[in-house]
């Protein structure tokens, strides 16, 4: 294989909450269709108002894509979890930001940096 990709995601934008009040989310990261990570981590949930935001800091290293999804969960129940939407990163496709956005929800923006 060749040289991997490594981005972070630093930082987590609300544009508007899904909901009245605030959304409960949480994010998975999963690189070239191996295991997901999960942040927060096990069952933790980041509570975002719109204008809220969320310092992440999470590095990820791919070597085709790196898929990274935003759900919103108002419980901690499997069959509660509302999926907001997703972006596929590729080595060719780095942008520095990233709408995240549920046609008539929610609207979040992810802020990229690639790394060296």
């Not at 490594?6 to 508007?16: A, F, L, Q, W, Y």
Request: hydrophobic share 40%; proline share 3%.
């Amino acid at each position: 294989m060749g040289k991997k990709t490594s981005i972070t995601v630093t930082r987590i934008k609300c544009n508007k909450a899904s909901e009245a009040g605030h959304d409960e989310i949480f994010v998975t990261f999963q690189a070239d269709g191996g295991f997901r990570t999960r942040l927060p981590r096990l069952v933790g949930r980041q509570s975002m108002a719109t204008g809220d935001s969320w310092d992440i800091n999470h590095t990820a290293e791919f070597h085709n894509d790196l898929q990274v999804m935003l759900f919103e969960s108002d419980s901690l129940h499997i069959v509660n979890i509302d999926y907001l939407g997703s972006f596929a990163f590729t080595p060719l496709d780095v942008p520095s930001e990233v709408a995240i956005i549920k046609p008539d929800d929610a609207q979040y923006t992810l802020y990229v940096t690639r790394n060296a």
